[in-house]
Nanobody, 125 residues
């Protein structure tokens, strides 16, 4: 059964950093577009970032996280490096995988077929 597992969340003071991890069971992330989404309390899930498949250059970021977040891939894992965190970054973060080695990045949840269980990020005021 294909599955994503995301981890690395926690509580951090404003201005701090966290690195979220995303791993796959029963399939290789190398051949999938990876997306990160987040959901703040009482709000809809929103797209944060995405990376095209391994070997196919291209990544995108939401304006709210541009220049602070970096999506990375290494040895079959995906990561979201989050720097200069702000209280408004608080939420549950999900990694997701979109089929198609040559697919473009996508910022809508419906484009992704596999999802992690979510990892909580808290940045208190």
């Amino acid at each position: 059964q294909p599955q994503l597992v995301d981890s690395g969340g926690g509580s951090v003071q404003p201005g701090g950093s966290l690195r979220l991890s995303c791993g796959a069971h029963a399939f290789s992330l190398d051949y999938y577009v990876i997306g990160w989404f987040r959901q703040a309390p009482g709000k809809a899930r929103e797209w944060v970032s995405c990376s095209r498949s391994e070997g196919t250059p291209g990544s995108s970021y939401a304006d709210s996280v541009k220049d602070r977040y970096t999506i990375l891939r290494d040895k079959g894992m995906a990561y979201l490096q989050m720097n200069t965190l702000k209280p408004e970054d608080t939420g549950i973060y999900y990694c997701a995988a979109r089929r198609g080695m040559y697919s473009a990045c996508a910022d809508t949840a419906e484009e992704y077929v596999y999802w992690g269980q979510g990892t909580q990020v808290a940045v208190p005021f």
